[in-house]
């Protein structure tokens, strides 16, 4: 079963705005994750927030958890043509052993040049 | 860098035929796993292995098997290839820096094998 739900599940902007995606879950997590994936490939951990944490930054990205609304946001600034890719969030669930990480169904971001 | 590698990027094979998907990671990491997407469904965890010789199934193990004979290869294995398993295979891999069992490192991907089954 898939734990996280990202939302919406295709967003399109003018480059130089401002992308923000949201990730909720259903149950306890040790850490939230988001990935990026291009197309056709691989994905590319971005940024790990952590269940004790409420925000955390990264160049151009920040990304907010609230564990008492089970959810995640991350925010991209000053977009860019390459930011253009597909985002996922990811937990570790906490109650089901911590090796497993579950994806979301992921957001699909365009930059609009 | 990690590098995870996986053998192919793209696999045709027929119905019935036994498929072998190879990864391979440089890293020494203790956890390796696989997904397979497919659009609409986002990733879905087939099988993970948090040791050589360890396996654990993931949500979706029907129809597959793996082998971890070795730390650095993990395989999976389509016992006997059937249409609805063409889709994308993400191999992954994960360092093991687990404190009381709470994992905060995250996944290593390769670039995936899209496996068309006719």
């Known amino acids: 079963s898939q734990q996280g739900e990202e939302d919406p599940q295709a967003l399109s902007i003018q480059e130089g705005e401002n992308a923000t995606m949201n990730c909720s879950y259903k149950?306890?997590?040790?850490?939230l994750q988001w990935y990026r994936q291009n197309s056709g490939r691989g994905l590319v951990h971005l940024i790990l927030?952590?269940?004790?944490?409420r925000e955390k930054h990264s160049g151009r990205l920040r990304v907010t958890l609230d564990t008492s609304k089970k959810s995640s946001s991350l925010l991209i600034t000053a977009s860019r043509a390459a930011d253009t890719a597909s985002y996922f969030c990811?937990?570790?669930?906490?109650?089901?052993?911590?090796?497993?990480?579950?994806f979301g169904q992921g957001t699909r971001l365009t930059i609009n040049p | 860098d990690v590098k995870v590698t996986q053998s192919s990027r793209y696999l045709v094979k027929r119905t019935g035929e036994k498929v072998f998907l190879e990864c391979v990671q440089d890293m020494d990491h203790e956890n390796m796993f696989w997904y397979r997407q497919d659009p609409g469904l986002g990733l879905r965890l087939i099988y993970f292995?948090?040791?050589?010789?360890?396996?654990e199934k993931g949500d979706i193990p029907e129809g597959y098997s793996v082998s971890r004979e070795k730390k650095e290869r993990f395989s999976l294995i389509l016992e006997s290839a059937s249409t609805n398993q063409t889709s994308m295979y993400l191999c992954a891999s994960r360092r093991r820096d687990a404190f009381r069992r709470i994992y905060n490192s995250p996944l290593h991907f390769g670039n995936g094998t899209r496996l068309t089954v006719t």
């Open positions: 292995s948090y040791d050589v010789k360890m396996k």
């Open positions: 927030i952590r269940s004790n944490e």
């Open positions: 149950t306890s997590i040790n850490n």
């Open positions: 990811a937990t570790d669930r906490r109650k089901e052993g911590a090796q497993k990480l579950v």
